[in-house]
């Protein structure tokens, strides 16, 4: 993906991602073209990254504030001081520190998103000033979506980085992030078949080109994507609870309850508003 970017004119990237030592050749020729920064949660990462190195890289720490997918603890101050301790030779400058408070995603209303995110900007902007004085350049960096959406008090960080901001989707319809009138993905797919009977229709649209990626619906049913009329090469509003309810490989079988659903036929163009429009875009990027 950054090779991507850097080959459309993108002069400065940071790999969003901990270092993945195998890609040491990768960050190499990458480093060699643009002002590349990457994210370090392990000593072990920046130790084999130094030695390897031929041009000047950025790196950020990652720090992990409750969402426990990847980065260090901001209390283990004596390892993020280890890995600091290795911008001070060759080509390695430290950049600051970073999170991606994804716990966001599991909260339960926006009050808890404004909590994670205020812990998060506290907890972030303690680190900063613990070493800016040694290090006056360094930033604090966030990255999820619901706190960039809808928090308001973004003074003790530095840059923003939320990647399904850009599109939204179902999942940010569902935590408040947008409104529906918001969200700039969907999928275009073809009935196939339908099932009067049961209420289902057939679509040409499955895992492989909405993931299986799920959300979970008041009735404990799980939600695959919401399909929508497809109008004059546009999606509309949403006519009921048309929810995809079953995905295999290429097969996605969705609830008709709205009359607009019933009155469907075969070759009809449908849209699925996606669950992850991220997931979606990957798996649709060369098709």
Not at 67 to 93: C, D, F, M, V
Not at 153 to 171: H, K, Q, T
Not at 258 to 264: F, Q
Request: glycine share 8%; proline share 4%.
């Amino acid at each position: 993906m950054a090779h991507k970017f850097a080959d459309a004119g993108w002069g400065d990237i940071t790999i969003a991602f901990p270092l993945n030592i195998r890609e040491i050749d990768e960050i190499n020729q990458l480093a060699g073209k643009i002002s590349l920064n990457i994210l370090i949660d392990m000593p072990e990462q920046i130790s084999a990254l130094s030695t390897s190195l031929k041009h000047p890289v950025g790196f950020y720490i990652k720090i992990d504030l409750g969402y426990h997918r990847a980065g260090i603890e901001p209390a283990n101050t004596e390892l993020i001081e280890r890995i600091i301790g290795y911008s001070k030779s060759g080509q390695l400058t430290f950049k600051g520190f970073l999170t991606h408070s994804g716990n966001t995603y599991q909260a339960s209303g926006k009050q808890e998103i404004f909590a994670i995110h205020e812990s998060a900007a506290l907890e972030l902007s303690k680190l900063k000033r613990k070493y800016q004085s040694e290090y006056p350049g360094i930033i604090v960096s966030c990255g999820d979506t619901p706190s960039c959406s809808l928090a308001e008090d973004f003074s003790e960080i530095d840059e923003i980085r939320p990647g399904n901001f850009v599109f939204y989707d179902l999942m940010q319809l569902r935590i408040g992030s947008c409104k529906f009138n918001e969200i700039a993905a969907a999928v275009v797919c073809p009935v196939v078949s339908v099932y009067p009977k049961r209420n289902e229709a057939l679509i040409y649209g499955g895992a492989v080109h909405l993931s299986k990626e799920a959300i979970i619906n008041a009735d404990g049913s799980r939600n695959y994507g919401l399909v929508v009329p497809f109008v004059d090469g546009r999606w509309q509003s949403p006519m009921g609870d048309d929810w995809l309810v079953s995905l295999s490989q290429e097969h996605g079988i969705f609830k008709t309850e709205s009359t607009w659903a019933k009155s469907l036929s075969a070759g009809d163009l449908v849209a699925v508003i996606p669950v992850h429009s991220c997931l979606s875009a990957d798996l649709l990027r060369s098709r």
